[in-house]
């Protein structure tokens, strides 16, 4: 790896040898390969929010319903509800595994407006399983 200067025999040589540092260098590399994962690895945890107070939303695993009364009210699983709680509602459904059923059920005198409004929101929340129950009181209109 080294070469000579040439000259005469008895003179020193004029080179530096550099095998030693670049096996300081490769030393040094490797060790900082093996350190850096180390520095920058992370533990992701969910940290659990203060849930002292609050009542677990009432959503079924299995279905749940929507009711839609004459006087604009809207009901989920009995329960009065207006839009943005039923997204809430809806958003939690579709993260559950496996996504349970929702069944609509307007009634025949409620307002279209509200039956389209909830109709919307089911659309934006990516429901996949609905279905609309009660169908047969529309038979007399």
Do not use: C
Request: aromatic residues 4%.
């Amino acid at each position: 790896m080294s070469m000579s200067a040439g000259g005469a025999e008895g003179e020193p040589m004029m080179d530096i040898n550099t095998t030693p540092l670049i096996d300081v260098m490769l030393v040094l590399l490797i060790m900082f390969i093996i350190t850096i994962p180390i520095q920058t690895h992370a533990v992701k945890i969910d940290l659990p929010v203060n849930t002292e107070n609050q009542e677990p939303p009432p959503i079924d695993p299995v279905k749940n319903s929507i009711v839609i009364l004459p006087n604009r009210a809207i009901l989920w699983n009995g329960t009065p509800v207006n839009t943005v709680t039923l997204r809430q509602y809806l958003d939690i459904t579709t993260t559950m595994t496996p996504e349970p059923e929702l069944h609509l059920q307007p009634d025949p005198e409620a307002p279209y407006e509200v039956v389209d409004e909830v109709l919307a929101v089911t659309k934006h929340a990516n429901i996949t399983k609905m279905g609309f129950v009660g169908n047969e009181a529309y038979g007399n209109f």
